[in-house]
C-alpha cells in the first residue's frame, strides 16, 4: 500500500491560511483519486519535533562509546528514541507533500528540526567513496508553499530559500522526483488574491491525479 506523508508545517488551519487551503485541497482530492492509499499527516507543530541539543549529543556519544540505551538519561533516551522514530516513519513512506508559507526567505524553524531528525546516514543517504549518496530513490515528494511577493521570476527569484533548500535535500537524499506548488503573490497584489488562491487550488486538484 502506497503511503504518503502530509508535512504540514503551519500554526494555522485551511481557514487561516493560504498553503493550508491549498495542501488541503490537493489531499482530499488525492486521497479521492487514491482511496487505499495510506495518508499520514505529520503536523510539526503539533508533534514533538526535538531539536538536535545537548541531550541529543550526549545521548548519541553514549551510544558510539558502546554504553547500552539504558544508561542514557531519561531526556537522552526520549530525545533520540523520538528522532529515530521520526526518520523511521519518513523512511517508510512513499510519497510526502510538504505544506509551508514563506517565512523570512524560508520556511518555519520547525521543519529544520524535522529535516535534521530525517538526515540520517546509512536511512536517508550513505556515504561513499565517492562522496554522499540518496537512499531514497524510489519516492515523489511535492511542496505547497504560499508566499506574499513573487518568487518564481524577477529579482527575488535568488532569494527564496525555503522550496530550493527542500530541493537540495531531496536530491541529497536522492528522490528523483520533486515538484513544487506555489500560491504567489497575493500580498503583493492584494486585489487578485482571491484570483491567485483559486487558481492555486484548482492546479492543486489536478496534480492531485497525477502525484
Ligand atoms: C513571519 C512572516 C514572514 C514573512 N516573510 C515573507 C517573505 O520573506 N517573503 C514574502 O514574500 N512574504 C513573506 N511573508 C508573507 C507570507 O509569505 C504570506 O502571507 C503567505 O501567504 C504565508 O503563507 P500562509 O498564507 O499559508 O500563512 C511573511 C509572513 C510572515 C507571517
Known amino acids: 500500500m502506497t503511503k504518503v506523508l502530509y508535512i504540514t508545517a503551519h500554526p494555522h488551519d485551511d481557514t487561516q491560511s493560504y498553503s493550508m487551503a491549498v495542501g488541503k485541497a490537493f489531499i482530499d482530492n488525492y486521497k479521492e483519486a487514491n482511496p487505499n492509499d495510506e495518508i499520514v499527516n505529520v503536523d510539526l507543530f503539533k508533534e514533538n519535533i526535538p531539536?538536535?541539543?545537548?541531550?541529543?549529543?550526549?545521548?548519541?556519544?553514549?551510544l558510539q562509546s558502546g554504553k547500552g540505551f539504558?544508561?542514557?538519561?531519561?531526556?537522552?533516551?526520549?530525545?533520540?528514541?523520538?528522532?529515530s522514530e521520526l526518520c523511521e516513519q519518513f523512511i517508510s513512506a512513499d510519497k510526502y507533500v510538504f505544506v509551508t508559507p514563506l517565512w523570512n526567505f524560508s520556511f518555519p524553524p520547525v521543519l529544520k528540526a524535522y529535516i535534521d531528525s530525517v538526515s540520517v546516514a546509512?536511512?536517508?543517504?550513505?556515504?561513499?567513496?565517492?562522496g554522499p549518496v540518496g537512499l531514497l530513490t524510489d519516492k515523489k515528494a511535492l511542496h505547497i508553499q504560499a508566499r506574499g511577493g513573487i518568487y518564481s521570476e524577477g529579482p527575488a527569484a535568488q532569494m527564496e530559500m525555503g522550496h530550493r533548500y527542500l530541493n537540495i535535500i531531496m536530491q541529497f537524499y536522492g528522490v528523483p522526483s520533486f515538484e513544487g506548488l506555489f500560491i504567489e503573490g497575493h500580498a503583493a497584489m492584494p486585489d487578485k488574491a482571491q484570483e491567485i488562491k483559486e487558481n492555486a487550488i484548482a492546479r492543486a486538484k489536478d496534480l492531485a491525479h497525477t502525484f
Request: zero cysteines; charged letters at 35%; proline letters at 0%.
Open 51 to 62: 531539536q538536535i541539543d545537548i541531550d541529543i549529543f550526549s545521548g548519541w556519544g553514549k
Open 70 to 83: 539504558e544508561e542514557l538519561s531519561s531526556d537522552e533516551k526520549a530525545k533520540v528514541s523520538r528522532l
Open 122 to 130: 546509512g536511512k536517508t543517504f550513505k556515504y561513499t567513496e565517492q
